[in-house]
């Protein structure tokens, strides 16, 4: 079946850091791949999307790239605020099941002034 | 900008009571689901609505149903509470329920706990 794997945390990271959160996934078919933030006490919000191999989603200055040969879309940003503290969901939905969001784990970045 | 609304935020329950969790949507939006949030899982679908009238069970749907009462609004039941289903629910919905595509929105959760 289809699943997420992204990299433990917590990560902390003081302001201005270079952000790195991995994100490995399996999936049947072709899946589109998301990431969603969830700031303390509040619901998911999508991120970015990348609907097709080498695609990059971007937004608030994150990045990922839809990678198919290592099947990863890793999350990255040049330099990370205080604002930025959250939890990060790595997610897909693949061909073979298109009402269901399988999500990681869940990585709760903390960025200290 | 309401988005998905969901209501109680917050319910404390003695084993074995019931409660009904309400979501509602004013985007217009076809599709709806029901997720718990527990510490170290990720997101786990429990239900969902691909249209008005439909519902069916995601992964772990178990002492647990639903009633999609109209194109708005769709509720979560639970008919004997355990302190297993302590958990975060996000109610969410999506233009279509074939989400390659589209884009889910979610609820700002509920917090439930089961003493």
């Known amino acids: 079946g289809d699943s997420v794997t992204q990299m433990e945390g917590p990560v902390t990271l003081s302001e201005e850091a270079f952000l790195t959160i991995n994100c490995t996934y399996t999936?049947?078919?072709?899946?589109?791949l998301f990431w969603y933030v969830q700031y303390p006490g509040e619901g998911l919000q999508l991120l970015l999307k990348?609907?097709?191999?080498?695609d990059k989603g971007s937004n608030k200055g994150f990045e990922a790239t839809y990678r198919k040969e290592t099947t990863s879309f890793h999350l990255e940003k040049g330099s990370v605020q205080v604002s930025d503290s959250a939890v990060y969901f790595c997610?897909?939905?693949?061909?073979?099941?298109?009402?269901?969001?399988?999500f990681g784990k869940g990585t709760l970045l903390t960025v200290n002034p | 900008n309401a988005g998905v609304t969901q209501t109680p935020k917050f319910q404390v329950l003695k084993t074995g009571q019931s409660m009904t969790l309400q979501c509602a949507q004013d985007?217009?939006?076809?599709?709806m689901y029901w997720y718990r949030q527990d510490p170290g899982m990720g997101l786990r679908l429990i239900y969902y609505?691909?249209?008005?009238?439909?519902?069916d069970k995601g992964e772990v749907p178990n002492g647990y149903n639903v009633s999609r009462l109209n194109k708005r609004e769709f509720s979560l039941r639970l008919e004997s509470a355990a302190p297993s289903q302590t958990s975060v629910y996000f109610c969410?919905?999506?233009?279509?329920?074939?989400?390659?595509?589209?884009?889910?929105?979610f609820g700002e959760g509920s917090w439930l706990t089961v003493v």
């Open positions: 990348a609907t097709k191999a080498d």
């Open positions: 999936a049947t078919g072709y899946p589109s």
């Open positions: 609505s691909a249209s008005e009238g439909t519902t």
């Open positions: 985007m217009n939006h076809n599709s």
């Open positions: 969410a919905s999506s233009a279509s329920g074939r989400l390659w595509g589209n884009t889910i929105y």
């Open positions: 997610a897909l939905i693949s061909g073979g099941s298109n009402y269901k969001l399988t």
